[in-house]
């Protein structure tokens, strides 16, 4: 077997580059005009909270530059992010947040018809006909500034009660009434793990996996979690709150240490009731289960499958694995798309090689196995 050098590889490497270039600009050729971040941001917001997730990163700007430098690519400007971030430097560590102060623009329990404050759909498509609205093809700038201007006439913020713009949890309600464990303070006062500087040595705690699953790819978080939907892994969860909002984000003041408000991030959270198995015990009696999911931006399919994924991962640590769905090695080490696609694109890179020792091999096998045809033959033309 010989090695056989590669010439010439640099050069093709920049026409790769730049023939890439060319297909994203080849549009202005034609007269038509770059993408501005803006309106990323603004019409294609689902394809942003994906990013803004997957990236780890809750930097809206970048995630639309991110998504307009990949072309639309969800894996690579994820990957783009998360290598912007490892480039900058920590400048804090803000203290663990609490939900309960999310701004909710939507918010539904499957649990319950009345929940204190009631149901509020919000902005979803759970109830709209996937039809293709061909209207869109053509949109008349006029009748789309008019449709927000008229949605802001008839629901504006001076219509929502400043009040009611957050709302107890539903699983409160079960607590209190000793179906759900009590909140462990242990758990609360503990250090959440850092998976950007902790290597992942299984078992992780739940803090690890719960900032695994955030940031994992959606489509691999939403694979996982369908395995337990269809029953691998007998938890059959109901949800008992899902939650879009924003989340004040508090920072220590860097003279008083006082925390103060620096913003706001977009959030979707889920909590799902598992029914009760026999390790599930408050104070002796049976109780419910709960999974917990919660990730950048608004993205609900994969905090649903978090929460399931964590009901479930959590089963696995309590009573054994009987499931790939509860191994946290099987689960974590799948679910993340930047190491999915970084290996899966190493196969494009040369192996020559490697195939070279594998072609030898067959060969030599194939030799061996016509001489022992051969071999064979020949003994059983002797009288």
């Not at 539904?108 to 902005?123: C, E, M, T, Y």
């Not at 691999?220 to 004040?248: C, F, K, N, Q, W």
């Not at 950048?296 to 694995?321: C, P, T, Y």
């Amino acid at each position: 077997m010989a090695y056989v050098a590669i010439q010439g590889g640099a050069a093709a490497i920049r026409g790769a580059a730049d023939a890439l270039e060319f297909q994203r600009t080849r549009h202005g050729l034609e007269g038509g005009d770059p993408l501005d971040l803006l309106s990323i941001g603004r019409q294609l917001s689902s394809l942003q909270s994906r990013v803004l997730s997957e990236g780890g990163v809750y930097h809206p700007e970048l995630a639309n530059l991110a998504i307009k430098q990949s072309m639309g690519d969800t894996l690579e400007a994820a990957f783009t992010l998360r290598a912007y971030r490892s480039t900058r430097p920590r400048l804090g560590t803000t203290a663990a947040h609490d939900t309960d102060g999310m701004r909710l623009i939507r918010r539904v329990s499957a649990a319950f018809k009345d929940i204190p404050g009631g149901q509020h759909l919000g902005p979803t498509r759970d109830y709209s006909k996937r039809l293709l609205r061909f209207e869109l093809a053509d949109e008349d700038p006029q009748a789309f500034a008019e449709t927000a201007r008229a949605w802001l006439q008839n629901n504006g913020a001076d219509a929502i009660p400043p009040g009611q713009l957050t709302f107890p949890r539903v699983v409160e309600h079960l607590r209190a009434q000793g179906l759900l464990p009590p909140l462990d303070p242990a758990h609360q006062s503990a250090v959440p793990m850092d998976i950007t500087r902790e290597a992942l040595v299984f078992p992780l705690p739940r803090s690890g996996v719960l900032s695994v699953l955030s940031r994992g790819e959606t489509g691999g978080v939403l694979a996982m979690g369908y395995s337990v939907m269809r029953s691998y892994g007998d938890i059959h969860p109901t949800i008992a709150e899902l939650r879009v909002g924003y989340l004040p984000v508090q920072m220590p003041h860097p003279i008083t240490g006082e925390p103060v408000e620096a913003g706001e991030v977009l959030m979707t959270e889920c909590q799902v009731i598992a029914m009760f198995a026999a390790d599930d015990v408050v104070d002796g009696r049976p109780s419910f289960g709960l999974g917990y999911g919660c990730c950048f931006g608004h993205n609900e399919h994969k905090a649903i499958a978090m929460a399931m994924l964590d009901r479930s991962l959590i089963q696995g640590q309590n009573s054994g694995v009987t499931s790939p769905n509860q191994d946290q090695e099987f689960v974590l080490l799948h679910v993340d798309g930047i190491e999915s696609m970084g290996f899966c694109n190493h196969y494009k890179l040369p192996h020559y090689v490697t195939f070279q020792s594998d072609l030898d091999r067959l060969r030599q096998a194939q030799k061996n196995h016509a001489a022992g045809m051969r071999a064979g033959e020949a003994a059983e033309e002797k009288p």
